[in-house]
């Protein structure tokens, strides 16, 4: 199993749809939580850290379930410029793991 | 400097040849990460560096791969003999502890074997 799985997408949805991503973790271990958002042969930058309590910064809105061991992101209104790959990364270890992204397109 | 800065951001080798990747993190930051991502892939981690030394080497591919960082700050990543399947952007990231910290990448270094 890996260590971190996303569905690949793509999601193609409308100006102003609401979108969520899920991301499943295997290592019970993992601390620290992350969203990263890539854009096309670009580097990754970070969009949010994911807290135990939930967190919003904006739009978006991050989860995390312990228990059943996944995060989610949740973005509200989306806009053209929105789309990208959405990278979950999780600590473990010395090292941050990264999923292989989910793709978003927002069309108009 | 203003980011992590990598060169060269492109390089096109032979088969066989020797490769050297160089990666310069933003000043003061202490933790030095290597990924490589293949193309529509997902970032695959290399090694990790806590100022000079390398805890965790983990993740190279192989006894061709090598990595140095001097002075706690520039690092090297060195591909021996390079095979076609090397071919992939390789990305270094700082931050300035540790992993629970938001790293911040370079652009990467664009590696083509032919």
């Known amino acids: 199993r890996k260590e971190v799985e996303q569905d690949p997408g793509p999601f193609n949805v409308p100006e102003g749809a609401t979108v969520a991503f899920n991301c499943t973790y295997s290592n019970s271990a993992s601390q620290s939580f992350f969203w990263y958002r890539q854009d096309c042969r670009k580097e990754p930058k970070l969009l949010m850290s994911?807290?135990?309590s939930g967190n919003e910064d904006g739009r978006f809105t991050a989860q995390l379930n312990r228990a059943s061991q996944y995060i989610s992101l949740l973005i509200r209104d989306s806009k053209l410029s929105d789309s990208a790959t959405y990278l979950c990364?999780?600590?473990?270890?010395?090292?941050?793991?990264f999923g292989a992204g989910t793709i978003l397109r927002v069309k108009s | 400097g203003a980011g992590v800065s990598q060169s060269p951001s492109n390089k096109v080798t032979e088969k066989g040849k020797d490769v050297e990747l160089r990666c310069d993190p933003i000043?003061?930051?202490?933790?030095l990460y290597w990924y490589r991502q293949s193309l529509g892939q997902g970032l695959e981690f290399l090694i990790y560096?806590?100022?000079?030394?390398?805890?965790?080497k983990s993740g190279l591919p192989s006894d061709r791969f090598s990595a140095e960082r001097t002075g706690g700050s520039v690092s090297t990543l060195t591909i021996q003999r390079t095979q076609q399947e090397d071919s992939a952007v390789y990305l270094c990231?700082?931050?300035?502890?540790?992993?629970?910290?938001?790293?911040?990448f370079g652009s990467g270094t664009q590696l083509s074997v032919l």
């Open positions: 000043s003061g930051h202490t933790a």
């Open positions: 560096f806590q100022g000079n030394s390398a805890p965790d």
């Open positions: 990231a700082s931050s300035l502890v540790g992993t629970n910290e938001k790293l911040f």
């Open positions: 994911v807290y135990s």
């Open positions: 990364v999780l600590e473990y270890g010395n090292k941050l793991v």
